[in-house]
């Protein structure tokens, strides 16, 4: 089926359209290149170079005519979103509604949306935290991201259409932009190859559940071969890893016997994020099938090979 990817260019989506693209798809992408890069996009998949907010957005949907909406655009960096909350809120907010009117101008009738697990749950009194858990965001994006989901909901509801939210736990891999998303995986990793020292925020026992994208790239994947799945899916592994613990299996991979230094800890930072994926395997018959070792293990050797480029 034909497949309009927006975010294609960038770090988890260039992931989805590889995937979609081997599993027979025809795929176009919407990335405004901000973030993401040209040469992410394959051959055999055509690039529109627009911004989700610009009235050009119109005549891309219109023309390509898919039969999915996969929206993985956003303004992805909590920092940013802190700093400048009105512009993360114009990418996420005003950018998914301009999407969803394209959508239904086009009579676009599903959507695959990667929405955010643990900026979106907040700190939780549940673990694994499940799909019905309140909401408590502490950031900007964690907020825009949310609302973007109930916009997307009220898109169904007006148009008929099917909506799928997946809400991602944090994702890590190759492509990851150390100084863009800021994924601490990405951080660490190329600091420790370029010899520089690694600051942990805090005592660094605070938790996430590390996803690995390719394995992101599959749930996507399965959302948009199920066309009847509607709701809101954790992506999640379902195990926890303290920062401290990531350091040293990714100090152990780059032979770094540096230890990390210790900086102050960040002002309404989660102590754990957790997500539990049950529904996933439920509905989408997801798990995450690739265990951490093996993902930092990937992650560390492309890190290595775009050095030497």
């Not at 394959?42 to 989700?52: I, K, Q, S, T, Y």
Request: with cysteine; aromatic share 4%; hydrophobic share 40%.
């Amino acid at each position: 089926m034909r497949v309009l990817v927006t975010g294609g260019a960038g770090f988890v989506g260039s992931h989805v359209v590889d995937r979609l693209l081997a599993d027979g798809h025809t795929v176009d992408v919407v990335d405004n290149l901000a973030t993401g890069r040209r040469d992410r996009v394959p051959a055999a998949a055509r690039l529109h170079v627009c911004d989700l907010r610009d009235a050009r957005l119109d005549d891309v949907v219109a023309g390509v005519r898919p039969a999915v909406v996969v929206h993985v655009a956003a303004q992805a960096a909590v920092s940013r979103s802190v700093t400048d909350p009105r512009f993360d809120a114009s990418v996420n907010v005003l950018g998914t509604i301009g999407l969803l009117e394209a959508c239904r101008r086009a009579g676009v009738r599903r959507a695959v949306y990667t929405s955010t697990g643990g900026a979106g749950y907040g700190d939780t009194d549940v673990l694994p935290t499940p799909e019905d858990h309140p909401l408590r965001p502490s950031s900007p994006y964690g907020v825009s991201k949310i609302t973007a989901e109930r916009y997307l909901e009220c898109w169904a509801g007006l148009t008929g259409g099917r909506a799928l939210t997946l809400r991602l736990a944090n994702v890590y891999g190759p492509r990851q932009d150390p100084a863009g998303e800021a994924g601490v995986i990405a951080i660490f990793t190329s600091r420790l190859l370029s010899g520089a020292p690694c600051i942990v925020n805090g005592d660094g026992e605070q938790t996430r559940d590390y996803v690995y994208v390719g394995d992101v790239a599959d749930a996507v994947a399965r959302a948009v071969s199920s066309p009847d799945v509607v709701g809101v899916a954790n992506i999640g592994t379902g195990a926890e890893t303290t920062v401290n613990e990531l350091y040293r299996r990714l100090a152990q991979l780059t032979e770094v016997r540096r230890s990390a230094e210790h900086g102050p800890a960040k002002p309404g930072e989660q102590r754990r994020s957790l997500l539990d994926a049950a529904r996933a395997k439920s509905l989408l018959g997801w798990s995450a099938t690739t265990p951490l070792d093996q993902g930092l293990t990937q992650t560390v050797a492309w890190f290595r090979k775009e050095l030497k480029r």
